[in-house]
């Protein structure tokens, strides 16, 4: 079992969502505030967990889902924001994951239907499978066979 790959999807699902409820301001991302407090080796170098969570929000702005200006250290990335790409993927309507049978007004609905919201909910309740599913929906292009612009 991979788990450091359902760790990335948690990481970078959890940073995405932190940028999203900041958008459309820069904020810093810090690497404990995603998995918590570790302790350095006996040389002072992050843990391969620390590390690996870093390398997740790098990973992020590599392929376009946000923008920062530096990094702190290991420690964070420094005025990162959503770039329009991540921005698009968690507003994404998957309608036939929200709640059927629902009778919520429009707005309600279309809110609990982004990508985003479905995060959130698989987050807060620890699933770490619809997580990993989620995830892996925020990196496909459109369904529709057009690539998003960013």
């Known amino acids: 079992m991979d788990l450091q790959i359902d760790d990335?999807?948690?990481d970078a699902a959890s940073a995405l969502l932190m940028l999203y409820q900041a958008?459309?301001?820069?904020?810093?991302?810090y690497v404990e505030d995603l998995i918590g407090r570790e302790e350095p080796d006996e040389f002072g170098l992050p843990t391969k967990r620390h590390q690996s969570c870093l390398?997740?929000?790098?990973?992020?702005?590599?392929e376009g889902y946000l923008?920062?200006?530096?990094?702190?250290?290991y420690d964070a990335i420094d005025q990162a924001v959503l770039s329009e790409k991540g921005f698009l993927r968690l507003t994404r309507s998957i309608p036939h994951l929200a709640h059927a049978g629902e009778e919520l007004p429009p707005s309600v609905r279309r809110v609990h239907a982004t990508l985003a919201y479905q995060l959130r909910e698989a987050i807060a309740s620890h699933s770490s499978e619809r997580i990993a599913r989620l995830t892996r929906l925020l990196f496909e292009p459109r369904s529709s066979?057009?690539?998003d612009t960013a």
């Open 8 to 10: 990335f999807y948690k």
């Open 23 to 29: 958008f459309p301001r820069k904020a810093a991302i």
């Open 55 to 62: 390398g997740t929000l790098l990973w992020l702005a590599d």
């Open 67 to 73: 923008r920062y200006e530096s990094t702190i250290a």
């Open 145 to 147: 066979g057009t690539a």
